[in-house]
């Protein structure tokens, strides 16, 4: 399907559990992230782990950009077509 941004650039999160799991086809990224724990001795310290991060998509005002069709389920997607925000072409 094709996405097109009204009055100004939209941006979104090709959702993990939304997108990915629909397609079949995982286009996140493994980040290393930092997560505050607290230590055996209970001290905040820092611990890396590493997370799926969702590729970001900016839809661009007059500018149809073809997407998939799983991201209508996205639910920023879907509050922006309600509202106007978003137009599928
Ligand atoms: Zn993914």
Redesign the pocket.
Known sequence: MTLQAIGRPFVFDLL?NV??ASTGR???KQRELPRRVLDGSGRPTVRYETR?V?KSVTLLVGKPQDVQVAVVRIPRVQRAIARGRLASV
Do not use: D, F, I, Y
């Open positions: 993990h997108v990915c995982c286009t996140c799926l969702p």
